[in-house]
């Protein structure tokens, strides 16, 4: 069973930039494909961001196309979310999340982390 956490929310202004990491254990994510999702206060959880297990695929939601981007690295056994241009809209627990695609709509089948918090203040 894979394990996984993420790290590298916080407090940041609009405009700011972070990079979320999501460290997995238990086995490797290399047969994995990963996605990343958020939820914000009273809202449902909505997918951000997906990756193949090769890396050569990648999906994004249409709010974050073009300041998000999401990548792996196998041999660390851990998935990044790079995030710029942040907008307070973008505040909200983001959970990584191990699953496959089907074409290209990716389903967090296997396992999900705790979660980590970014604030994005006006």
């Known amino acids: 069973q894979v394990q996984l956490v993420e790290s590298g929310g916080g407090l940041v202004q609009a405009g700011g930039s972070l990079r979320l990491s999501c460290a997995a254990s238990g086995r490797t994510i290399g047969s994995y494909d990963m996605g990343w999702f958020r939820q914000a206060p009273g809202k449902e959880r909505l997918f951000v961001a997906s990756?193949?297990?090769?890396?050569?695929?990648?999906y994004y939601a249409k709010s974050v196309k073009g300041r998000f981007t999401i990548s792996r690295d196998n041999a660390k056994n851990t998935v990044y979310l790079q995030m710029n241009s942040l907008e307070p809209e973008d505040t909200a627990i983001y959970y990584c999340a191990a699953g496959r695609h089907y074409s290209s709509d990716f389903v967090p089948s296997v396992a999900w982390g705790q979660g980590t918090q970014v604030t994005v203040s006006s």
């Open positions: 990756i193949t297990w090769s890396g050569v695929g990648t």
